[in-house]
C-alpha cells in the first residue's frame, strides 16, 4: 500500500487566496482525520470524517476552513480566503474503525502539506 | 476532553547514553497510549502502543509501559544513537469510544556522536 498521500507537499501563496490541499487516504480506512501542527500550539485536530461523513468540526479556526469528502478515496481542505496566522503543515491521517475491544486503533499519518501564506 | 503532557525539550543526549522522556495524560474510561516519531521533514510514524494497563509496547528498542496508577506512559531507550535524532510524541486515543487521537507539544531529541 502507498500509504496516505497527500499533495502539494509545498504550497507558498499570497494572503486572501484560496488554498487547497488533498488527501487521498488507505484504501479500506474507513476514518479520516486532518490535523495542523504550528510550533506555537503543536499538533491540533481540525475535522474528522467517518465513512465519508464529518463526525467532529469542533477543531476548525473558523468559517475560512473547510472540508470535504466526497469519496471514500479522497479528501479537501480548503482555505478561503488564506491569512498569514495559516501557514503551518496539514497532516491527513487515516484510521480502520474496528470495535475498541479488538485493541488499538491505530492512525497512519501521510507526509503533510507545508503551507506558507505570505 | 483528553489531554497530554510531554516533557518540554529539547534534550541533547551523547550517543549510547540512556533516554526517557516523561509522559502523563488525563482521559476518562479506558484510552490506548501511543508514542509517534516526526523526522525532519516528514509525516508522524507510530513507534509503539499500549492499549490496557500495564501493557509494554516496544519497538526499535524504545519502550513504554502503562501506568493507569499514576497516568504515565514514559518512553525509554537504553542505548540511543545518531539516527535517532527526531521530534517523539506522546498521544491518547479514546476512552470514550473515539478514534481521534490528542498530542503533547513534543519533544525534541538530538543525539550527538
Known amino acids: 500500500d502507498a500509504g496516505v498521500i497527500q499533495s502539494p507537499r509545498h504550497e507558498v501563496t499570497e494572503m486572501g487566496q484560496e488554498v487547497t490541499l488533498r488527501c487521498k487516504p488507505i484504501s479500506g480506512h474507513d476514518y479520516l482525520f486532518w490535523y495542523r501542527q504550528t510550533m506555537m500550539r503543536g499538533l491540533e485536530l481540525l475535522i474528522y470524517f467517518n465513512n465519508n461523513v464529518p463526525i467532529d468540526d469542533s477543531g476548525m479556526p473558523e468559517d475560512r476552513f473547510s472540508a470535504k469528502m466526497p469519496n471514500a478515496s479522497f479528501s479537501t481542505l480548503k482555505i478561503q480566503p488564506s491569512e498569514p496566522r495559516d501557514s503551518a503543515v496539514y497532516f491527513c491521517?487515516?484510521?480502520?474503525?474496528?470495535?475498541?475491544?479488538?485493541?488499538?486503533?491505530?492512525?497512519?499519518f501521510g507526509a503533510g502539506s507545508r503551507l506558507t501564506v505570505l | 476532553g483528553n489531554s497530554v503532557t510531554q516533557m518540554e525539550g529539547p534534550v541533547t543526549l551523547s550517543e549510547e547514553a540512556f533516554l526517557t522522556i516523561n509522559c502523563t495524560y488525563t482521559a476518562t474510561g479506558y484510552p490506548s497510549l501511543f508514542w509517534y516519531v516526526q523526522y525532519p521533514g516528514e509525516g508522524l510514524q507510530l513507534l509503539l502502543k499500549a492499549t490496557k494497563a500495564d501493557d509494554k509496547g516496544s519497538n526499535k528498542g524504545f519502550e513504554a509501559t502503562y501506568r493507569k496508577e499514576t497516568t504515565s506512559f514514559h518512553l525509554e531507550k537504553g542505548s540511543v544513537q545518531v539516527s535517532d535524532s527526531a521530534v517523539y510524541f506522546c498521544?491518547?486515543?479514546?476512552?470514550?469510544?473515539?478514534?481521534?487521537?490528542?498530542f503533547g507539544k513534543g519533544t525534541k531529541l538530538s543525539v550527538i556522536p
Open positions: 498521544a491518547v486515543q479514546g476512552g470514550a469510544g473515539s478514534y481521534q487521537l490528542t
Open positions: 491521517a487515516s484510521l480502520e474503525g474496528a470495535p475498541l475491544i479488538s485493541g488499538a486503533n491505530v492512525l497512519t
